[in-house]
C-alpha cells in the first residue's frame, strides 16, 4: 500500500494556507492521487465516494473523456488568447450557446473565472444600469438571510450578515439591505413596501433561487421566487439570480428559475459550468441591460475584464459539459437522485440531534442540532469510503449527477451511520 501520507503533503503542509481552516490545529487532508468517474483515490489507494462532487462541480463525475479531449485538444491548439481585441471560437460558441439554452433574452455572456468575480461583475453592470438611464442613486442592493454570493467584498456584503462567514467584516462592507425571503404574507408585504419605499436607492434584488446553499442548503417554493420577480417589475428593481450553485440541473431543470417560469435581468454562472474541470463563470444579461450600455460614449460601456476572461481551455471544457447536457439532459436522472435521497435520508429524522431532513433535485440534507465535531465527522465518512464535507450544522451530499444508485446508498448509508454515531459521541464528548 502506498504511503498514507506522502511527503508532497507533510512538506507542503508547512506552507499551505487552506480554505475556511484554523490552521493551529488543523488536521492533514485527505491527500487524493487520482479521481475516476465519482470516485476520489487517495494515495493509499482507499478509494472515497464522492458525495460533494468537488464544491458542485462535477457534474458528470471525474475524467470524463468527452471533456478530458476537448481540453487536451484546446491545450494543443490554443491554451489561452486576451479577448481584448482578440476572439477564439470556444468562448465565441459558448457564449451562443448559453445565450440559447437559459431561458428568455438572457442574451450577452460576460466570461470571468470565478463564480464570486461573476457576482461582483453582475452587481457592477446592475449600478451601472441605473447610471446609464440617468439614476444614479441606485446603488444599494437588497438580498437575502442565509444567502452567500462569495468572498470578495463586494459579494461578502450581499451575503447572510451571520452565517456567511465574513461577519469580521461588518464595518467594512458596503451597507445593503438584507432582508427575510418573502415567504409568507406578512414577509411579502414588508418586502413589498421595502421595494416601494426604497426604490430610488435599488440597484438589484439578488439571490439563489430555490436553494441558498452555503448559507446551510436552506430551501424555498418556486412561488417566493416567482412572487420576488413579480415585486421587482412593479418596482423597477432588476433581479440578479446567483445560478452557481443550482444551475446545470442540480435543482431538478436546467436552471432553478425555470421552476418558477421567471426569467431573471441578469444571471451568473459557473460551478457546473466546466463539468469540475477548469475554472470559468459567466455573467448573462438581458436585451434591456445590455442596451443600456450602448452609446456613442465611450464610457458608457462596461469597464471590466479579468485576465484570463474567456480561456479557451476553460471554454472547451464548458462546452463539452454542454455537450453532454445535451445528449443526456440532466432532468431525468436528477428526479431519479431526488426520489432515492427522499427515500434514504428519511430514517435520520426521528435521530437524536436531528433538527431536518430536506431534499431538493440532487442535494440532500439532514440538519442537526449547533455542534462543532466536523473534523470528526470528516474522519468517520472516510474511515466508511465516502467524501462528505459537513459545515456548520447540516450534513449533505451533492453528488456527482452521473451517480449510481448503489453508490449514491453508500453515501446516505453512510450519512445515516454518522450522524447515529455522532449521537453518542457528542454525548461521550459533552
Ligand atoms: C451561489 C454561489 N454564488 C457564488 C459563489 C462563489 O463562487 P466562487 O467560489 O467560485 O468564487 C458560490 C460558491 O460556493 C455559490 O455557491
New binding site residues.
Given amino acids: 500500500m502506498a504511503d498514507p501520507h506522502p511527503t508532497w503533503l507533510t512538506d507542503g503542509f508547512e506552507h499551505i494556507w487552506l480554505p475556511y481552516t484554523q490552521m493551529q490545529d488543523a488536521p492533514l487532508p485527505a491527500p487524493i492521487a487520482r479521481t475516476e468517474g465519482c470516485r476520489l483515490i487517495m494515495a493509499d489507494d482507499r478509494e472515497l465516494i464522492d458525495g460533494v462532487a468537488s ?1 458542485w462541480t462535477a457534474a458528470h463525475g471525474y475524467n470524463h473523456p468527452h471533456i478530458r479531449q476537448a481540453v487536451t485538444r484546446q491545450l494543443a491548439t490554443l491554451p489561452h488568447v486576451m479577448l481584448g481585441g482578440l476572439a477564439h471560437e470556444q468562448a465565441y460558441t459558448l457564449a451562443t450557446r448559453l445565450a440559447n439554452m437559459t431561458p428568455g433574452d438572457l442574451s450577452r455572456v460576460f466570461f470571468s473565472e ?3 468575480v461573476s ?1 461582483e461583475i453582475a452587481m457592477k453592470m446592475a449600478v451601472q444600469y441605473w447610471i446609464n438611464k440617468g439614476a444614479s442613486g441606485r446603488s444599494r442592493f437588497v438580498s437575502f438571510t442565509g444567502g ?4 470578495t467584498f463586494a459579494t461578502m456584503s450581499v451575503c447572510d450578515p451571520e452565517e456567511g462567514m465574513h461577519s469580521l467584516f461588518a464595518g467594512l462592507l458596503a451597507d445593503q439591505i438584507i432582508t427575510d425571503l418573502p415567504a409568507d404574507t406578512m414577509k411579502q408585504q414588508r418586502f413589498e413596501e421595502l421595494l416601494a419605499s426604497r426604490t430610488s436607492e435599488i440597484a438589484a434584488v439578488v439571490m ?1 433561487p430555490l436553494v441558498q ?2 448559507g446551510g442548503m436552506i430551501m424555498h417554493a418556486p412561488e417566493t421566487l416567482r412572487f420576488i420577480r413579480e415585486a421587482c417589475d412593479r418596482h423597477g428593481v432588476l433581479l440578479i439570480l ?1 445560478e ?2 443550482t444551475g446545470f440541473g442540480r435543482t431538478g431543470t436546467l436552471f432553478a428559475c425555470e421552476q418558477a417560469d421567471i426569467v431573471p435581468d441578469i444571471m451568473t454562472l ?1 460551478k457546473a459550468l466546466t463539468g469540475g474541470t477548469l475554472p470559468l ?1 459567466a455573467t448573462l444579461a438581458r436585451t434591456h441591460v445590455f442596451d443600456a450600455f450602448l452609446s456613442d460614449d465611450p464610457e458608457r460601456a462596461l469597464m471590466h475584464g479579468p485576465t484570463y476572461m474567456g480561456n479557451a481551455m476553460g471554454c472547451a471544457a464548458a462546452n463539452a459539459a454542454l455537450d453532454l447536457f445535451e445528449q443526456d439532459p440532466p432532468g431525468p436522472r436528477v428526479a431519479r437522485i431526488e426520489d432515492q435521497l427522499r427515500e434514504e435520508l428519511e430514517p435520520a429524522r426521528p435521530l437524536a440531534g436531528v433538527r431536518d431532513v430536506r431534499v431538493k433535485g440532487a442535494i440532500g440534507v439532514i440538519e442537526l442540532e449547533p455542534h462543532t465535531d466536523h473534523d470528526w465527522m470528516k474522519a468517520e465518512f472516510i474511515s466508511r469510503g465516502v467524501w462528505i464535507r459537513p459545515f456548520n450544522n447540516i450534513v449533505y451530499t451533492t453528488p456527482p449527477l452521473v451517480i449510481s444508485a448503489g453508490e449514491l446508498s453508500q453515501i446516505t448509508s453512510a450519512m445515516l451511520d454518522v450522524v447515529g454515531a455522532w449521537g453518542t459521541h457528542k454525548n461521550k464528548e459533552g
Avoid: L, M, R, T
Fill in positions: 464544491w470565478s463564480g464570486s457576482v452567500y454570493h462569495g468572498d439563489e446553499g452555503a446567483d452557481i450553485f459557473s463563470a
